[in-house]
Every structure is written in C-alpha cells, then in structure tokens.
C-alpha cells in the first residue's frame, strides 16, 4: 500500500491480517484494527514531535521492527488502546545504551496508553521508552497482561513523574546497565505501580541495579521478589 495522505478518513481502511508500514514518517491509514490484526511497523521510526503521522489510534496488535533507526522515534499514542500485545522487536540499538529507543507517547501526550494484552520486548537490539524525555508533561503506559523485557524498557521522565501501571508480573531479563530504568533529574520521580489482583512478580538479573525508579505496592496486589532483588523505601511514597 502506497499510502500518500489519501487514507486519512476513520475506517477508510479495515486490516484483517497485517499491516506493514515501511515509512520513515507516515501517514498511516486511519483503519479499523480488527481482531487479530497486526500494525507491523519497519521503516525507521520518526523523531517528529508528534510521532508517526495518524499513529494515534486504537490498534490490536502491534510490533515494531526498524533495523534502520537512528537516534530516539516516536510512535504517537496519545490515549489509546492496544487490545492485543505490544513487541519492539528492534530499535537497532545493540548496544542497549538506549540511543535509539522508541517512546510510545508524542511529546505532547498527556493521555494515558492503555495496554490489554503482553509486553514483550524481545531482543536486545530492542529500546523502548513510555515517554520522551519532555520536561512539560507525565506520560503513563497501562499494562494488563505481563512484561517481558530482553532489552531496554525506559521511563525516560527527565524531569517529570512518567508512571507504568502493571497489573501482570515484570521479567527483566536484560543485565546491561540500562536494561531497566528512569530518567529524571529528580530522584525515584519515575514510578512502576503494581495494581493487579493477587500475586504480582519482579525478577531481574542478580547484577541489574534499579536506578532511579520508584516502587509502589497498592492495595490488593502482593508483589513476589525472587532473592536477587531488594527494594529500599525512600521515605518519599505517594499515599
């Protein structure tokens, strides 16, 4: 499909199967996402304020796969839903000094993102980030299903409080040193709320220090610590 701004009419298009979108930029065609379907994204992501053009839609499922990208992208969610899962598969970053990471929100989003199944980063040429860096907004990622990072999973705050909400279990199986971590200039500003029902996991590599986040249990979840990882009150949790 060569896309050149004639589909930007809601549901011009309906996906069945995939979609691939091998754009730098867009616009992607503003579709019905039906079930099962997937918004397979491989062009090299762009680093445009506002994201992909019409990236702002509720998709099923979604993968991104860019081994041309260079430097930080932005996909541009801004309030949406994923009802299926969410894999970054490569962000051409092999060094997992997260460089060229994906955020997931434009710079402007302020509306929550909303997550129905897994999240699944699942190479280590893979970095993806919740927010982008803006010293203006808090940007937040809704998890319902679990968390699988085999590369760099990134709050990316600078500045702000950018908020992760799991309701699943965490694995962090990356030991680099940037595999798992904020990025505020205040300290412990980034936060990972466990909100689930029953039993909640965190596990991580035994080398894998956790800088610069902040744990919050609520009300209703217990979370499982393997023996490897010890978390400290700060003495500054929110109520």
Not at 3 to 32: F, I, Q, S
Not at 122 to 134: F, L, P, R, W
Not at 194 to 206: A, C, D, E, H, N
């Amino acid at each position: 499909l060569v896309n050149t701004g004639g589909l930007t009419t809601v549901d011009t298009a309906v996906v069945n199967g995939t979609y691939e979108h091998n754009a730098t930029t867009g616009p992607m065609p503003l579709a019905k996402w039906n079930t099962g379907s997937l918004c397979l994204v491989t062009g090299s992501v762009t680093t445009a304020a506002a994201g992909i053009l019409n990236g702002s839609q509720d998709f099923f499922n979604y993968k991104v796969d860019c081994t041309g990208q260079v430097g930080a992208g932005r996909l541009g969610f801004n309030g949406n839903t994923i009802a299926g899962n969410l894999i970054i598969h490569n962000t051409n970053d092999p060094t997992g000094a997260a460089d060229n990471f994906v955020a997931l929100a434009p710079k402007s989003g302020t509306v929550p993102i909303v997550l129905l199944g897994d999240l699944l980063i699942d190479s280590t040429a893979a970095d993806m980030s919740i927010g982008t860096g803006s010293t203006v907004i808090s940007q937040t990622l809704i998890v319902h299903g679990n968390i699988t990072s085999k590369g760099v999973l990134y709050l990316n705050g600078s500045g702000v409080s950018n908020k992760l909400f799991a309701y699943g279990g965490i694995a962090i199986e990356n030991s680099g040193a940037n595999s798992f971590r904020g990025h505020s200039s205040a300290p412990n500003a980034d936060t990972v709320f466990f909100v689930g029902s029953g039993t909640q996991s965190l596990t991580k590599p035994v080398s894998l220090t956790l800088d610069n986040l902040q744990f919050v249990v609520r009300g209703g979840s217990t979370l499982l610590l393997d023996d490897t990882t010890e978390i400290k009150d700060s003495g500054s949790l929110p109520g």
